[in-house]
């Protein structure tokens, strides 16, 4: 069948993310051509998604796989799940000649890209991403990770997959929320860097509500084509160009921690997080009242909330400030300048910024 | 004052290992080159090096220090010693701008290493190694890691650090055993790569047990070169060149296991496993019995073992099957071919090895 294919150009760990309706029906052929040879599969899954996972191991016929299922929510992203996933996998005899295969969400693909960078000092991950927000941000770029006790993703690596397989048929699955949830992102990717990714979600948002096939792999397709670029510029973090990834990012963190987790999706934060960030860019100057009702319409053709209440302002500020971005130095804004660019912004004043909230709830 | 200084080439990733006798004393100055504008440090550090850790606290004034002190052994390589050195960290405000640094052997070297590469996805390291076989061996080429219940170094990453500084006056207080054993991998490195090394150590025998700070700059720094050379071929393992810096430790480590760990230490069972390696390569028609005369008679007059007795031949033949070198294929044997050359060879009979164990009992 059709399928997209976006490359990751990284040296000697580049790759390639496939994405089709039903590409999972290729998964041995995809596999097989990423990891030639391989004899041992372990299969990290989702308990939601475990009738993939059987049929996963029911197509790797003449691959030993050992199946490791992972509570869902975030919970499971501790030392002590990748401990157990550790132990699991010694006790399946698990080498540098497997490879770790993660299906799911964000979670599972945190936490299993961490078991696979660590054991044996690294072994080889494949991402099965099954959710929009996974698809088109998490399973793309190579961040691992788990949490430590008031701190997320503390503890990880940054350990590049080999293969990422993103079959849109595995959305149908999804709860509508989380779905919409996603989408979030994807209008981030066109206010940072593609317009006519912009303009398309502008004319599809029917189809993309309706889960349209062709509508869906076109827009991972852009956002993982997206990401690359941006993860292929700065792959560990150090030139400061992959915090554009941030954008709305500040104020969802910020939302989503004095909110309380789980109050919001994440994608949710990020729709409400973009919103005032618009906002903040056009108290400053740096985009006029148009853009900020032009995202507003395009978040909330999409179903996405774009305000939030119920929240202080003052207590959003102060979380802020916590973000682990200030410890490296300045809080730092990510503002639009216009449709498909962004710039740095920092010394905002803490009044813009409470205005800026104000406007959103 | 003097200094040798060995590079390891490694791109992105390369860095200098400095030796010398009071070598420390210029710690600061160094410390600030390979991390410029430096102004967090976690120290982590051997409780028995407790006073040169405060030593060191004390010399870098303007830079915060957290000291986080790991009791010595083999025990606290473990995931729960990792995590509470990243909630320590956490608990301190360590960011990737700060920079962990590793005080004492092999043991503190593995887990403040491992802890640094995971912490926030990755912090930078300094390896200050105080005992002769983490100066030789293990605080340079990048491994870290911890141990799982019956798999040791099954958790871990490859990371570089920034700087290894090497004060031979550290090793004063070293247990005369534990010098002596670490001995084992300096004859270890002239035996795989370096005949002048060799030639040395028979030669300046007394000096080096007599610790004459010259000799010891010397050696380690031959021995730093050798390893950098290995590891630059072969940073990530990925060759097997990496694997001719195991000569000796198929043997040993079967020793290790089948005698108990603690009965010996690595670098005497290094050693005696030399020692049956070097018996194996002549049954073998490799190297004639002048070779393993000429190493077994520096390895005794350094006063390191090349026997050992109550083990069972069939038992350490059996711990060898169970070893990671196995896991990912045929069992293979790094053997002498002459002074400075080994060879890889697999398809060793077992009552070949079985009779070279028993010429070392």
Redesign the interface.
Known sequence: MPHAEVSVRLGERSYSIFIGDGLLDDFPGLLANAQPGLKHAVLVFDENVKPLAEDLTARLNGIRVTQIPVRSGESSKS?AEA?RL??AM?AE?A???SVVIAVGGGVVGDLAG?AA??????VPLVQVPTTLLSQVDSSVGG???VN????K??????WQPSLVAIDTATLQSLPTREFVSGLAEVVKYGVILLPELFEYLEQQAPAVLAQDQAALSHLIAQSCGAKARVVQADE??TSGRRAILNYGHTFAHALESVAGYGTWLHGEAVSIGMHMAAHLACALGRVDTDFVVRQQQLLEALRLPTRCSDVSPTAMWDAMQND?KV??GQLRFILPAKLGHVDFVSDVDRAEVLAAIKQAM
Chains 1, 2 share one sequence.
């Open positions: 030392i401990q550790w132990e010694l005899r080498d540098r000649q961490f960078a660590s054991y044996a000092r690294g961040k691992t990770g430590l006790p008031g701190a993703n503390m503890v990880g690596a940054f560990h973090e682990k410890l490296r």
